[in-house]
């Protein structure tokens, strides 16, 4: 009879599964939620603006790249 057999493969994988999975919710616990007392719309809200904010800042820029204009700004 060899150490591995069908029997301690599965075990074995059983074994495995479980631990992951208690790791994982571990890990889970010892992290804060991040949860405020903010309702979730506005997060989502403010990452929609910081998003369209910072796509209206790469275009200017690569418009301002892509123009020809080599004068300097007039401040």
Request: proline share 5%; hydrophobic share 50%.
């Amino acid at each position: 009879m060899g150490i591995m057999n069908r029997r301690n493969a599965v075990l074995g994988w059983a074994v495995w599964k479980i631990a992951t999975n208690v790791a994982r919710t571990k890990a889970r616990r010892a992290v804060p939620s991040g949860d405020s007392d903010r309702p979730r719309w506005i997060k989502r809200a403010a990452a929609v603006a910081v998003g369209f904010a910072a796509t209206t800042g790469a275009a200017i820029a690569l418009r301002k790249a892509l123009s020809g204009d080599d004068a300097p700004p007039v401040v």
